[in-house]
């Protein structure tokens, strides 16, 4: 559970790992170490957002929406998710529907994640 820069193909990716975050706080506290990240950034960054064996709340999902307002549709370029399955897969579909996002995907595979990413 972290949030640190990776570099793929030269390029460099915001990486924020929830795996194994078992409440809405520890969700949270990633989510806010990755937006005072990207406040501090020039420009927009790509983001790979790991949220394998997770959990997904309505607490984290507000969260969320009201960061997305306010720093993440500003800062970033591109997500690239991984880990979203069942009732997360849900939850993740409504936070797309709701923000508007459409530089949001979800996959199944890290590499062709930072493929997608870095392409």
Sequence with gaps: MEVKWIEYKG??????NYE?????EEMIS???QEAEILRKQNGKTLV?????????????????KDISHEVL???IERTATLGITGVKEALFKSYIFFTGQKNVKLFYDKDEALEWLTK
């Design 48 to 64: 790979m957002a790991n949220y394998e064996k997770s959990f997904g709340s309505s607490e984290y999902m507000s969260a969320l």
């Design 20 to 24: 194994g975050c078992k409440t809405s």
């Design 30 to 32: 990633i989510l806010y």
């Design 11 to 16: 390029k460099k990716i915001l990486f924020s």
């Design 73 to 75: 549709k500003e800062k």
